[in-house]
């Protein structure tokens, strides 16, 4: 199996890539130093091919999957695991750092399945993991734009899997809840701004972010496993989340979503046409 993983510098990215090379399989990660690429394929020799692709650069979108494609023939996993954490008050966070957001976690993932897809629908196969988070089921305080940006690949991830259906093409969001990767530490952008009142929301919210980060309970080896495993299935889902605290937290907000459906359908119900 021939695998293309975005953001392998460190975390999920890095993990599977080595966990699915390990295993005999060809994994081709995007990386935006070349300083780090040697390094990179010397994990795991003859197995793993770096490439330079930062997700924001259309260009290097088109060039780097090109130059996997060379090495490996074809891609049959595409991985759409760059991202990072905008964290702070939707207040507080400026315009120039949400356009950011979105580039990143939004925009680029989607730049990277139409880098793939003629290939796919090509070969009449494929599995793509939107690498989303349970932060794209449910908002948090302080994780607002953050939120907003994976709610967004949530949805053109269920809209995907409903169009490349006829292709044999897969596609399955992957939503981790907290696990031990630098997610919150160097790799998030924590607001500078500060606005009085927010201290018991987004504010208290951000402040034990920071205490936990390195302490999570997810094991990133094991998650990787997960998508691995995920990937040689069947019929796979549309929707994985991933460690104990992402099932509970997609079974609250479920409930909780379907319980105010259910409490007020008295007041959004008869809003058609009258027969």
């Known amino acids: 199996m021939n695998w293309l993983i975005t953001g392998c510098s460190t975390g999920f990215g890095r993990e599977l890539a080595v966990l699915a090379a390990k295993k005999g399989d060809k994994v081709v990660g995007t990386l935006r130093k070349e300083s780090q690429f040697e390094a990179f394929e010397a994990l795991v020799p003859g197995k793993l091919k770096a490439v330079k692709i930062d997700v924001t650069i259309p260009e290097q979108v088109s060039t780097g999957v090109q ?19 905008s964290i702070g008050a939707v207040e507080a966070i400026d315009r120039e750092e949400m356009i950011r957001q979105f580039d990143v976690n939004v925009f680029g993932a989607v730049e990277m399945v139409k880098a793939v897809l003629p290939g796919m629908r090509a070969q009449q196969s494929g599995h793509i993991l939107n690498i989303t988070s349970i932060a794209g089921l449910r908002g948090n305080a302080g994780l607002g734009i953050y939120n907003g940006s994976k709610f967004a690949l949530e949805g053109i991830g269920e809209a995907l ?58 094991d990133p080896y094991k998650g990787a496993n997960a998508m691995y ?10 929707h994985l989340p991933l460690g104990a605290w992402a099932y509970s937290g997609a079974r609250q907000k479920m409930e909780n979503f379907l319980k105010e459906v259910d409490d007020f ?11």
Do not use: C, H
Not at 70 to 83: K, R, Y
Not at 174 to 190: L, M
Not at 229 to 238: D, H, I, S, T, Y
């Open 229 to 238: 495993e995920l990937v040689k299935l069947e019929n796979p889902p549309v």
């Open 67 to 85: 130059e996997a494609l060379e090495w490996m023939g074809q891609i049959d996993v595409l991985v759409n695991n760059a991202g990072y954490g």
């Open 161 to 218: 899997a409903k169009e490349l259906k006829p292709f044999n093409i897969k596609v399955t969001n992957v939503e981790p809840g907290p696990f031990r990767t630098d997610w919150a530490g160097r790799s998030a952008t924590y607001s500078e701004t500060q606005i009085e009142g927010y201290d018991a929301s987004s504010g208290l919210f951000t402040d034990r972010l920071k205490k936990v980060s390195g302490q999570q309970a997810g």
């Open 265 to 275: 359908e008295y007041l959004g119900l008869p809003t058609d046409y009258d027969q």
